[in-house]
């Protein structure tokens, strides 16, 4: 197995890491592995877009498939993402060398009137785990914030989510604020009691039903 | 009355939602409805009232989510004075009647707390579940420093949180400790077992809680409500704990006409499957979020048959 694929391996068994370094802390044994990885391939010549690419996104990759078909659960997903976060902290300077570029950016934040963000921190996760980079706007996050974050920060997309029924009204609100502002962004939402319907309703661009389908979407919107 | 004693007679019926009644008259939002215990506690002795009116045994006190996580957007309020409130309205409401009050305590909401305390025998780990704790150990003490006749821990869906909470609970009180988690179906056919939302399988569950200190345990919300007899079923296999059973009136949606939150499942369905969850070896039975008095008169109905 070459460096690139255990890396691979050690962002989809990360939930396993504490099994296999008896009594190290797992936090500290998941980085120093994908540390140790990451540089042994770097030192072979392997280019770091092919690191990121083929080993911690290819991991994820995985990660998110397996989710999709509940093979494994929230807990999993949190310590790949996690390792994931580790492996792209190391690969930083290289990435500044390299000039690499995030394959998309895109905003989050639940909206007015919802402090519940556990759904919407895994898509955030997942999201970077697929290359985007994410702007989060955290919770409560009321209209003219959502338009003015979109107008700044130089997003192609916008994802909301509320768990709420209570606040979904608050969704077509900020949704209508920035399209009546005319940020030339695309918009997803999701969160439990959001479905299709209520998207083409509001008129979002897309809806996922959970973090792994929200990264799809993502990339269908911005093909 | 005693928890036990109740038990011993038969099917104690609780009531039914509280949070959703209050949303449907108009809710203060963005913060937890446990704040409407000191902004509007008249609304809440009503709703304890409904409930008492139409045959409910136990009332839960509105306290849910009411910790210092979620309250730290709101420092105007205090974690024992909502609590402290809470339990007063519930007593106040039941005075001079047999009825039960119930001390209500919600999830944390914390993900970040949860992974750490998933890293086993770190420092970071040891300090993460020791937040956690405190968190639910001083609502705990809030709730029996007035008296309350049981803590109910619900709506948990995850074990490793839900089984801090009963130690918290249960190394802080004398009175009985129950927590319910919800569960789901995977939506793949091949899988039927139950899950928590997080992943924990159902004997996990049961001999966690258990081993945690949980005097009775059970299962409410979630999104298996046809189902809850048959988990009622399965749960009831594995111990003669007191089961506790709270069913929603199905998914929370928007009417896309009035913008107005709707519960699909009618009383008579919910009466009929508490019913079914109560033949399948349920003690405590009630309703959680979408159920009104309606649910909980038809729950009473179909029980004294």
New interface residues.
């Given amino acids: 197995m070459t460096n690139v694929e255990e890396l691979k391996q050690s962002i989809i068994n990360a939930?396993k890491i504490?099994e296999e370094i008896e009594?190290e802390?797992?936090?500290?044994a998941t980085k120093r592995k994908v540390e140790g990885l990451i540089t042994a391939a770097l030192k072979e010549g392997t280019p770091a877009e092919s690191v990121i690419n083929d080993g911690l996104i290819a991991g994820m990759d995985v990660i998110g498939a397996r989710f999709k078909?509940?093979e494994?659960?929230?807990?999993?997903v949190?310590?790949a993402a996690?390792a994931m976060k580790m492996g792209m902290d190391i690969l930083k300077p290289e990435i500044v060398n390299a000039g690499i570029k995030p394959i998309g950016k895109c905003l989050l934040g639940t909206v007015?009137?919802?402090?519940?963000?556990?759904g919407k921190?895994l898509v955030a996760m997942m999201l970077e785990g697929a290359g985007f980079e994410v702007v989060d706007l955290g919770v409560?996050v009321g209209p003219d914030k959502f338009v003015e974050q979109a107008k700044t920060q130089g997003v192609q997309v916008v994802g909301m989510s509320t768990l709420?029924?209570?606040?979904?009204?608050?969704m077509e609100k900020a949704l209508k604020a920035i399209k009546d502002a005319d940020v030339l962004v695309k918009i997803m939402i999701g969160g439990?009691?959001v479905?299709q319907?209520?998207a083409d309703?509001i008129g979002a661009d897309g809806y996922a039903a959970d973090a792994a389908s929200a990264v799809d979407l993502t990339k269908s919107l911005l093909s | 009355m005693e928890l036990t004693k109740a038990l011993s007679r038969g099917i104690v019926l609780c009531d039914g939602a509280m949070g959703t009644q209050l949303i449907n008259t108009g809710l203060p939002s963005g913060m937890p409805t446990a704040c409407c215990n000191v902004i509007c506690p008249d609304r809440i002795l009503s709703i304890h009232k409904k409930y008492i009116s139409v045959g409910a045994q136990a009332i839960l006190t509105n306290t849910f989510e009411a910790n210092r996580l979620k309250l730290k957007e709101h420092k105007e309020y205090s974690v024992k004075e909502l609590f402290r409130f809470g339990v007063e309205l519930a007593r106040r409401a039941s005075a001079g009647t047999d009825v039960m009050v119930f001390g209500d305590i919600g999830p944390s909401g914390n993900e970040e707390s949860l992974l750490y305390s998933l890293q086993e025998g770190t420092v970071i780990a040891n300090k993460a579940k020791q937040d956690l704790y405190d968190i639910y150990k001083e609502q705990v003490i809030a709730l029996t420093e007035i008296g309350v006749d049981a803590i109910l821990i619900e709506t948990m869906s995850y074990l490793q949180e839900a089984i801090l909470a009963t130690k918290a609970a249960a190394e802080n009180t004398e009175i009985p400790v129950i927590c319910t988690m919800s569960f789901r179906t995977p939506p793949d056919s091949r899988q039927s077992d139950f899950r928590t939302f997080w992943g924990d399988t159902l004997p996990d569950v049961v001999n966690g809680l258990i081993e945690a200190g949980a005097t009775g345990i059970g299962a409410n919300c979630g999104d298996v409500v046809e189902e809850m007899p048959r988990l009622a079923r399965q749960m009831r296999n594995m111990t003669t704990l007191p089961l506790v059973f709270q069913v929603n009136a199905g998914r929370a949606e928007l009417d896309a006409e009035t913008n107005q939150t709707v519960h699909r499942l009618e009383p008579a369905e919910f009466g009929r499957i508490i019913s079914e969850v109560a033949a399948e070896g349920a003690n405590v039975v009630g309703g959680c979020c979408g159920t009104t008095p309606n649910h909980i008169e038809a729950a009473r109905r179909r029980l004294n048959r």
Wanted: net charge neutral; hydrophobic share 30%.
């Fill in positions: 939930h504490r009594g802390g797992a936090i500290g078909k509940n494994i659960y929230i807990p999993e949190l310590l996690r007015q009137g919802d402090l519940h963000d556990i921190n409560d709420l029924t209570t606040t979904m009204p608050a439990a009691p479905t319907n209520y309703k």
